[in-house]
């Protein structure tokens, strides 16, 4: 190890000495400053990000390993930490007044966050079959604590316990593969297992990839593994639901990357019928079931589950189009489910988790901006031309395309219209249906900021989807 | 016979022998602090194929730390020795059944590898004591999953801290010792003159 490895992971370093920090600090603030922790927590993602972004690379192409080759910084890992960064922070934005008003453990809350975030970093930029696994569990664990975080609420804590059963069952598969391909190739390294899988396929390097395969797709929520993902989404508290339904699916994008491409990219005719299959599940189950949801939150849920399946499209293609592709529908995905949250977070101001469709009637009544805002995130998430969503599905059926599977593209154009329904659906209650209370809604100043840019930036990320789309292609 | 296997005979009889202990005295406690002795007596052995962090750890983490806990629970839960052992009789040809499949796999391994062909592992290395040596891989190799999975312990005890912890009941009493000590006579004493009685005995006296 030397100064060179420790700048690498400079960001890592400061967000684990700042979450200690404000893990010391929070328990000797009163009552009445709480408040405080968020504003630090905040502050804390903007200086992670001022760290990342002041890291000069000579080239930016370059990939640098550190710690023995367990960790690896590149354009790739870059970009995911920064929009993990900005996808939380807005998120503790949307956070701060809901945990107040439903007693939830304010300082808690902001520490387990930014661990998951720190687990966040660690996938992304995992480069060892150990660091891979680590930065799951540091995921994992952070995240069953928050669902439980309101454990006089019988339905969180019901999914809570629900979400360590099969979670930890998913790591457990996972870790099986893993030791497998560690049987085989003798090495946790994934640039090594690469050079050894290039030589020659194994039967049992075939056996631990399935596994491999299932634990992504535990992790990522697809059909058939998608059980946990409804009533986690449900039960789970909507600021908890927000930060659980966003970030983990950027680093698990990641992680698949980094096991499937760089570990076992030489197996990509066994992984890709894989893919094949748990995505056109998904696509079919998430978008058919959605349309029966009158719970928002399950809703989402299912979209996700449908969400992910197109991630999986780009993912199968194993061309580097494919890939970048699927990198930026992460990233536009993790941006849409955040504001799609917030808005829930902000209609549950009174007390009661504002999650069934019902409360939605005749929003644009009662606050014309935030029926605008939930609109452009609706029209972003069924892919509607010129929002960004529009340009993550593009690109992803572009890629299939060109991969040769034209069935498979067609299959997902027509579910993606079917999907737009349900969509469309919470956009005719906003404006054509009547509301059936009115009680004012009150935003505070950050919160508005916070969710007009979240909502804006659908429009914005599909007008100038250039930048991005650039970002993501200069990253394979 | 070398001293060394005097030792390892003297270490695999207490072993087998106090194994037997733990499942047939009917004490929940005996049972548990002879499993504490069959659990020494196999780090002793460990420690004669100079494999002494094996052998460390399995007394600290189980001896101190696993059996003073499981010990902790069986004096808390005060188990009734006849209700636990009321299935014997039902369970013991199950029991057996396993217990004759597990000898044959064993003796199958060793029949179809030959004992000759299961060596003893090398014993310490020219590099130094293997402590030394996982120590130094943990700390300079593996010196980052390692931080990452003390994060990981530290989010258990946040997660267990905030999934248990309530608050400060205001009912609960405690002492505040800076408040103790701090405190005066006239807080606590109260001179009451008490004119009635005492003045009138007095005058009866006199």
Known sequence: MTAADLMLALPEIFVLGMTCIIMLFGLWLPEERQGMISFVSIMTLVFAAIILLGWDDPDPAAVSFAFNATFVRDQMADVLKLSAFIVLAAILVYARQYLRVFKVAMLEYHVLSLFLLLGVMVLISAASMLTVYLGLELIALPSYALVALRRDDQRSTEAAMKYFVLGSLASGLLLYGLSMIYGVTGTLSLAQVANITAMGNNTVLVLGLIFVVIGIAFKLGVVPFHMWVPDVYHGAPAAVTALIGSLPKLAVFAMAIRLLSDGLGNMQMHWMSMLVVLATLSIVVGNLVAIAQSNLKRMLAYSTIGHMGFMLLGLLTGSDQGFSAAMFYAIVYAIMAAGAFGVMILLSQHGVEAEHLDDYKGLSKRSPWLALMMLMLMFSMAGVPVFAGFFAKWLVIQAVIDAGMIWLAILAVIFSVIGAFYYLRVVKLMYFDAPDKDDAISVPADFRAALTLNGSAQLLLGIFANILIGLCVASF | ?206
Request: proline share 4%; charged share 15%.
């Open chain 2, 1 to 206: 016979m070398t001293a060394i296997e005097l030792v390892f005979y003297l270490f695999s009889t207490v072993l087998t022998l106090s194994a037997l202990a733990v499942i047939t005295v009917r004490n929940a406690v005996y049972a548990a602090l002879f499993l504490v002795l069959a659990f020494f007596s196999s780090a002793a052995i460990w420690m004669l194929l100079e494999v002494e962090f094996l052998a460390i750890t399995l007394v600290l983490v189980y001896v101190g730390a696993v059996m003073v806990l499981f010990l902790f629970v069986v004096m808390m839960l005060d188990m009734n020795s006849e209700r636990v052992r009321e299935g014997f009789a039902r369970y013991l040809p199950v029991g057996i059944l396993v217990a004759l499949i597990m000898a044959g796999e064993l003796m199958f391994v060793i029949w179809t590898k030959g004992a000759e062909k299961l060596p003893l592992p090398p014993g310490q290395s020219d590099a130094g004591a293997n402590t030394a040596l996982l120590g130094e891989r943990l700390y300079t190799a593996y010196l980052y999953p390692f931080e990452i999975a003390a994060v990981i312990l530290l989010v258990g005890i946040v997660a267990a801290i905030a999934l248990t912890h309530t608050g400060r009941n205001p009912n609960t009493r405690y002492q505040d010792p800076s408040r103790q000590v701090s405190t005066r006579r006239e807080d606590r004493v109260r001179i009451v003159s008490m004119p009635g009685a005492g003045s009138k005995s007095a005058e009866e006296r006199s």
